[in-house]
């Protein structure tokens, strides 16, 4: 009895033994990996600034040379050449220091830069060099946060990370029991560390070029692990390195894998973590702007990583983004290009399939044609393809019971873009033969509106509270409708709603219409109706857009650009639509628009994404989120 009971201990302690030590072992791996990453974040180069143009400069390191979008360099003029007094042998220069820029803009072979930092009356040349340092990097490392992450150490778990950090050969490390001491003398607390003034006694005390602050998240059923880099000369956050025990091919960082052929073709956005004033106007308590310099045309809501935390994903025309909000900004965890040819009109996201992790409901235009597709992130962090090639128009529209948020889809038409039947997709099996294929998207009932409706600038609600809905539309012309289901005209707007510059080309089957001469028509791409139900017993609040043509453009022309954009709140008051509130004008016109609750916050926000244009032509944009009642 005693031998099997001490056979039993032995097993059962192996057992835990065996178990801590691949727990360790994963963890361990995960420290490495995320100590490479950080080092590939700052990759040692140097080059020549080529032209300067006010606060810009434009340099000759591209994506080629490991530059991505919120890389630091310092800028130099190199000094006298000195040689030694006895065997002339050349020793080196003694560089004189001009000041910091910021990488906002890449490409393969060349950057844009934008000058953050001068010494006081020196003027940046073509001539002047760029560099990140090739001396090792001081790094200041408080005791990693381990949040609800019980199973580890933090102290330990921080010791690991520095010895990891210094085996790259790229860091030397500060660990917390010096950076206690340090701060101590000058009154600053750990939980401050990022503050400005913590941030100058780090450069200025310690000679501290970066601060890194570690935190371990569940997600799902996995360990997270977040470095968040923060420059000590500017207190700009540069990038930020996401891995996760179990996932060892972890999320992109904020910043693109300046390896990857793919990050070349493409600029990446800019999003300052702390948000920026609109320009010649401050913003509001409470509202963020994010800064991109491409332009983007689509926005969603959604959990998309199953944190139960809502993430901000965006859309250009070729490339996806999936940001989450931190409270203060906007950080990046994922961007893909949409592929070769791509023309993304519309963004969609919803968990349909209901694993706990949003779709990504992409409407992508390939030439001529629809060639959609729907992705979704997996537990360890890479993105999927679910379905692709798909010959439909997508929209989530929140309908049916509770407002649940349903999918609907409309094939491309034949004498217009929109005269096919809407029907709503759900995830199942197909037919007696889908239980062997496994379960897909598989349409279901239609949306019951009549057909030529667009499935843009549509939703469905229940205006007078009598539980049967009404077809809310902006159609072509910028004017808001109200049907009944039959599509009978209950009230027209007499005030311009709508507009839109988001346009695809589209040339009829069959013989053009007699009054079309031209059989390629170019067709807008409506946007958003948003209804946010009542809590005062009332009719429902709706959202609409309204953009505003420039002066320059024609009336009669539907290819006319906007230069101003708001979103404006209506209610049915039994005979019409009126007036609840309005966003003030913005700069650009808005390509899409977005409600829902970030970073896990109860309140709702609004999420506008505003394009602004030069001479017509798309070239930046920028987001807006605010709360709202």
């Known amino acids: ?53 006010g606060t810009k400069v434009l340099i000759d390191l591209g994506t080629k040379d490991g530059v991505y979008p919120g890389m630091e360099l310092q800028v130099f003029r190199e000094g006298e050449k000195y040689a030694h007094p006895i065997t002339g042998q050349p020793l080196g220069t003694l560089d004189k220091g001009l000041g910091i820029v910021r990488v906002v803009q890449v490409r393969d072979r060349y950057s844009v830069a934008e000058v953050i930092r001068r010494v006081e009356g020196v003027e940046l040349v073509p001539g002047d060099r760029a560099r990140v340092s090739g001396a090792r990097l001081l790094v200041a490392l408080p005791v990693v946060d381990p949040s609800t992450v019980k199973e580890v150490n933090p102290k330990s778990f921080t010791k690991d990370l520095a010895l990891a950090l210094a085996k790259t050969g790229r860091f030397e490390v500060i660990e917390d029991r010096q950076l206690r001491a340090s701060m101590m003398g000058e009154g600053i607390a750990m939980e401050n560390l990022a503050t400005p003034s913590a941030l100058k006694a780090l450069a200025e005390k310690l000679k501290v070029n970066l601060l890194v602050l570690g935190k371990l998240t569940t997600v799902g059923e996995d360990i997270s692990l977040d470095l968040d880099v923060i420059s000590t000369l500017t207190g700009n956050r540069l990038l930020l390195v996401t891995t996760r025990v179990g996932a060892l091919e972890p999320r992109p960082a904020a910043m693109p894998n300046p390896g990857s052929p793919a990050e070349a073709s493409a600029p990446a956005p800019v999003l300052p973590e702390a948000p920026s004033p609109v320009p010649a106007d401050p913003l509001p308590p409470g509202v963020f702007r994010a800064d991109f310099d491409i332009p983007l045309r689509a926005v969603a809501i959604a959990d998309v990583d199953g944190d139960r935390r809502e993430d901000l994903i965006f859309a250009s025309a070729d490339r996806l983004f999936v940001y989450t909000f931190t409270g203060q900004g906007f950080r990046l965890i994922w961007q893909q290009e949409a592929g070769p040819g791509a023309s993304i009109i519309g963004l969609d996201a919803a968990d349909i399939n209901g694993n706990g992790r949003a779709e990504l409901f992409v409407t992508n235009f390939l030439g001529d044609r629809l060639s959609s597709f729907v992705l979704e992130m997996t537990k360890k962090g890479q993105m999927e393809r679910l379905w692709e090639k798909v010959n439909l128009f997508f929209r989530v529209l929140p309908l049916g019971e509770g407002g649940a948020k349903q999918l609907y889809g409309q094939p491309f038409g034949v004498r217009s873009p929109f005269d096919q039947s809407i029907h709503r997709y759900s995830w199942g099996r197909k037919g007696i033969f889908g239980y062997l294929k496994g379960k897909q998207y598989v349409q279901g009932p239609p949306l019951g509106v009549p057909r030529g409706f667009s499935l843009y600038g549509l939703t469905l609600a229940d205006l007078n509270g009598d539980g049967r809905e009404e077809i809310l539309a902006v159609e072509t012309g910028d004017t808001f409708k109200v049907y009944d289901l039959n599509g009978r005209l209950l009230h027209e707007t007499s005030d311009g709603i709508g507009g839109s510059d988001t346009l695809v080309q589209f040339k009829p089957a069959g013989k053009p219409p007699s009054d079309t001469p031209d059989a390629t028509q170019a067709v807008p791409i ?104």
């Open 526 to 629: 409506q946007g958003r109706i948003l209804v946010r139900p009542s809590t005062d017993g009332l009719s429902p609040m709706i959202l609409v857009w309204h953009n505003m043509p420039s002066i320059n453009s024609l009336p009669q022309d539907i290819s006319r650009f906007h230069n101003k954009g708001k979103i404006v709140a209506l209610r049915w008051n039994g005979a019409g639509l009126e007036k609840l509130w309005e966003t003030r004008e913005l700069r650009g016109y808005i390509a899409d628009y977005a409600v829902g609750e970030l970073g896990g916050e109860r309140a709702q926000h609004l999420v506008i994404v505003v394009v602004q244009t030069d001479k017509g032509q798309p070239r930046s944009s920028y987001v807006l989120a605010f709360p709202i009642p």
């Open 1 to 53: 009895m005693w031998r099997r009971f001490c056979i039993l201990g032995f097993l059962l302690i192996t057992m835990v033994a065996s178990e801590a030590g691949s727990q360790e072992s994963a963890f361990t791996e995960v420290v490495y990996e995320a100590a490479r990453r950080l080092a590939e974040g700052f990759p040692k180069v140097e080059g020549f600034i080529v032209g300067v143009d």
